[in-house]
């Protein structure tokens, strides 16, 4: 996320030419892009990262339900 974020702000800062990212290239930024992509579509799917992040939303979801059905029963 915080490589979208900064591809976001350079994005930003280039297109309004604020101050020393009026003279960065914009091969930089798109090179960003092409990481991002690289790295969301294969490179997190090849280490198992995006499973591990479903796995523990399904452990946070089933933690809620036992907790909400223990409280229920006081």
């Known amino acids: ?4 974020l900064l591809i976001a702000a350079l994005l930003v ?9 009026a003279e960065l290239s914009w ?15 294969y490179v997190e799917k090849l280490l198992g990262w995006d499973k591990k992040k ?8 089933r933690k809620a339900r036992v907790k ?6 006081k």
């Not at 996320?1 to 979208?4: E, G, Q, V, W």
């Not at 091969?27 to 579509?41: H, P, R």
């Not at 909400?68 to 029963?73: T, W």
Request: proline fraction near 2%; glycine fraction near 2%; charge should be negative.
């Open 54 to 61: 479903a796995h523990d939303e399904d452990d946070k979801r």
């Open 27 to 41: 091969w930089w930024i798109v090179g960003l892009m092409v990481f991002a992509f690289i790295w969301f579509e």
């Open 13 to 21: 800062l280039r297109f309004f030419e604020v101050w020393k990212f």
């Open 1 to 4: 996320m915080p490589l979208i």
């Open 68 to 73: 909400n059905s223990f409280d229920k029963r």
